[in-house]
């Protein structure tokens, strides 16, 4: 019996939410735990793992994930593995739990050189992302970098895909791993082509943290368990004012000491840098969430907010925004541009509708037998939301409303009725709805948004704006909607809290 076999006899009774978990999930995450270092493959004896060691396994990486530690290849977690991440392993220091040190130069003054660039950004964008990465480093320890154009480097930069002929590790395609860094004094340093590098926008990959990251490898430094600091593992989305974590400091200074004020001068000098530039605004199927138009938004399992547009899809928490995926990639089988999403905690499921068809998940497993045509109710359906006071779905369309018990056969013979006559004060044809964690019941339309009160008034100072609030995008002016002193951030709640900790703020 090898390895997995041994897995699945032991853990087969596992279940999630109530079904079991197939195979191939769980070969993936022994996969993960294997590649990522959290599991070793025993140096003599049988090759195979116990259950209790993939459960202590799995302990750990919850634990560096800030996961609640159950032990169980649990949704949380198995959202966690798939999130796109740095290719190395998370050998974390187990003694102070912070910074973890890899090894370091001899010397403080390094060479460095581009070897490519990516398609997906115009050369100077990609370029200054890249000198921004290493300005990171030079700014808090005594280092300084020099761009060489040809021969041999200290730094080596360059993008490759699945095969190269200097890399022994190839790349995996789009999403999951999008970096990896040799430890010093190596100085590789390569970045998955196949990503959709970025800057200046939530868009796909942001080149420049990335960049920054790998480099951090590349002068000694290990992953962090501060899910917050640079060096931490799995990417944590575009952030536009990205700063240095306090333990990526500490971090670097432990390796090359802290910066003396007049090195700093002269360095900043040498190295001033032309403006980031964000990427093109040509057309693309890429959404901008900055642009606050939505197709749909979910309350989904455990608390998480899902924003959907076009082909792609995103996660709002109370730092920002998670990095964008396509629908298909967490809904295998589902299409973008949806009319509308809606997650019931009565049922556990997820529905997802576009056209004439629903679509049934739970978690992202589709229901057999879905996609159904949608016959009771007319298709094109504008926006869904559950009410958890009366426990319905509500689904709308133009000026009417259906409500709709996910349980007993509802009898639709007296809707659509007009939203108006239940939801006073909100747009005909709205974009997106929800009930969200606040208790709030939220519509969305074009660039803003309404709040309800428990009446299901819309309350005073509504609509505001979507970018502003939901998204956390800053406009260029001044911002002159009224609000209160909470109300730049609709996200008190940390992610996977279990919604306990939130506190009403938009
Ligand atoms: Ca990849
Ligand atoms: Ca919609
Ligand atoms: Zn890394
Ligand atoms: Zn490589």
Redesign the pocket.
Known sequence: MNWQQLWLGFLLPMTVSGRALGPAEKEAAVDYLLQYGYLQKPLEGPDDFRSEDITEALRAFQEASELPVSGQLDDATRTRMRQPRCGLEDPFNQKTLKYLLLGRWRKKHLTFRILNLPSTLPLHSARAALLQAFKYWSSVAPLTFQEVQAGRADIRLSFHGRRSPNCSNAFDGPGRVLAHADIPELGSVHFDEDELWTEGTYWGVNLRIIAAHELGHALGLGHSRYTQALMAPVYAGYRPYFKLHPDDVAGIQALYGKKSPEIKDEEEEKTELPTVSPVPTEPSPMPDPCSGEL??VMLGPRGKTYAFKGDYVWTMTDSGLGPLFRVSALWEGLPGN???AVYSPRTQWIHFFKGDKVWRYINFKMSPGFPKKLNRVEPN???ALYWPLNQKVFLFKGSGYWQWDELARTDFSRYPKPIKGLFTGVPDQP??AMSWRDDHVYFFKGKEYWRLNQQLRVEKGYPRNIAHNWMHCRPAAPDTTPSDSTSNCAFDCLEDNGGGRCQSSV
């Open positions: 197709d749909a949806l009319d509308a359906l504008d926006a974009s997106a």
